[in-house]
């Protein structure tokens, strides 16, 4: 049995899934499961998987569950996984050829370090160019949270994560909506655990247009329970005033954003929810001025 569960969730991808299986198969080390959570896709995903698995080329599990989001695909995923290691690739990235041997070599400076809940490696536009900044050299180990909040971090990354403690922190799922930011589960975990940095590009991505990055926006708005605890959970994690007024100005901005008056009224920090109206309104214009300003040439994005 591999020590090493890679993850893919998937819905409606038949189209490119291949592009993964293939950085898969080229792996310098195939000492792991590919795990494959099918979201109930109405392509033709699951003939496609089943052609991979007779190809036997590295070992796949494929299970198929109704629709019901990608936060739900990663719960059945993790509880799923036999292994001591997880991590997430989507099914329209892929890995580079040499991700899995140095997953392993890190590992070995990771899995009896009780504080450490994992790796955080670099994701790129290719080989070479991270996607935002390299990892801060003057640390070996940060919280996911705070390598973006305290080290000024910028972009995104490739999380490994010991499974034992993401089968502790599983999506909340809400009836009736299909997403819950991945930041939810992240949160939780840098409340108690830091983890390995990496500076290097294990993980190429690209964002499609059909997919949950472009449309951002339009998912929150149909979603809202999951986006508004996401701000909640923030605020009940801030560890002073200044924290939680800044948290309080989150959750007024996304208030604004879905365009809802009632998680504004629920909120208990009714002082603060008041104060924080104007701080609130910057965030809530910022990205609708930045992307004005890149629809009409005038910055770059």
């Known amino acids: 049995m591999p020590k090493l569960t890679i993850f893919t969730p998937t819905y ?34 699951e003939d496609i998987v089943n052609s991979f698995i007779n190809e036997d080329k590295i070992k796949i599990i494929y299970h198929r569950q109704k629709n019901s989001g990608k936060h739900v695909a990663h719960n059945k995923g993790v509880l799923m996984c036999e292994t001591e290691i997880f991590v997430c690739v989507d099914s ?7 991700a899995v041997q140095i997953i392993y070599e890190t590992w070995a400076n ?5 504080n450490l809940a994992g790796i955080i490696a670099l ?20 919280s996911i949270l705070n390598l973006y909040e305290k080290h000024r971090f910028k972009g995104d990354t490739t999380l490994i994560f010991k499974s034992n403690i993401l089968k502790k922190h599983l999506f909340p799922v809400f009836e009736g909506e299909k997403f819950v930011t991945e930041a939810v589960v992240y949160d939780q975990i840098s409340q ?6 990496v500076d290097k590009i294990l993980y190429v991505c690209e964002y499609l247009a059909d997919g949950y990055s472009k449309n951002i926006m339009s998912v929150y708005k149909r979603n809202p329970k999951g986006y508004m605890f996401y701000f909640t959970q923030k605020i009940e994690n801030a560890k002073s005033f ?9 959750y007024v901005a996304g208030c604004l954003g879905i365009r809802s008056m009632f998680y504004y009224k629920i909120c208990n920090y009714k002082f603060l929810k008041i104060i924080s109206i104007p701080k609130a309104m910057l965030i809530y214009a910022k990205p609708i001025i930045k992307n004005k300003l890149v629809k009409y040439n005038l910055i770059k994005f």
């Open 110 to 114: 990771v899995e009896k370090q009780k």
């Open 192 to 197: 108690k655990y830091e983890m390995k940095l």
């Open 12 to 45: 409606n991808r038949g189209y490119i899934i291949r592009k993964c299986y293939e950085s898969l198969c080229s792996q310098s080390n195939k000492d792991f499961l590919w795990l494959i959570v099918d979201d109930g896709s109405t392509d033709n995903t």
């Open 242 to 250: 200044k924290d939680r007024y800044k948290a309080v100005s989150y």
């Open 123 to 142: 994701k790129g536009k290719n080989h070479k160019e991270a996607i935002g900044t390299r990892m801060p050299h003057d640390i070996e180990s940060s």
């Open 92 to 98: 329209d990235d892929y890995l580079l050829d040499d």
